[in-house]
């Protein structure tokens, strides 16, 4: 069974950075798309990136040119650089993972972390 791991979440002051990680487990199989998704309460859940198999990258458009995705598709692993924090970016982070397959998707989620951005 597939189990996504987040970590690196916690409380940053504004302009400050953290790096969130997220490791699957439970598989030796690959992921077609790795990333972030966060959600506010009472709000839906929104992408923050995404990164595929080919590296190409997805971001949403608040995060662009402060948040940086990469994965590591060998050890099945996303990480989320974020830098210039907001206090707007305060919320709880998902890791998120998608296989596909011809006329099935299959997505597995983590737990989330929370970011806190506050001086």
């Known amino acids: 069974q597939v189990h996504l791991a987040e970590s690196g979440g916690g409380l940053v002051q504004p302009g400050g950075s953290l790096r969130l990680s997220c490791v699957a487990s439970?598989?030796?199989?690959?992921?077609?798309?790795m990333g972030w998704y966060r959600q506010a309460p009472g709000k839906q859940r929104e992408l923050v990136a995404t990164?595929?198999?080919?590296?190409?990258?997805n971001y949403e458009n608040s995060v662009k040119g402060r948040f940086t995705i990469s994965r590591d598709n060998a050890k099945n692993t996303v990480h989320l650089q974020m830098n210039s924090l907001k206090p707007e970016d305060t919320t709880v982070y998902y890791c998120?993972?998608?296989?596909?397959?011809?006329?099935?998707?299959?997505?597995?989620w983590g737990q989330g972390t929370q970011v806190t951005v506050s001086s």
């Open positions: 998120y993972a998608s296989r596909r397959r011809p006329g099935v998707r299959f997505d597995y």
């Open positions: 439970g598989t030796t199989l690959s992921f077609d798309v």
């Open positions: 990164v595929d198999s080919g590296a190409n990258t």
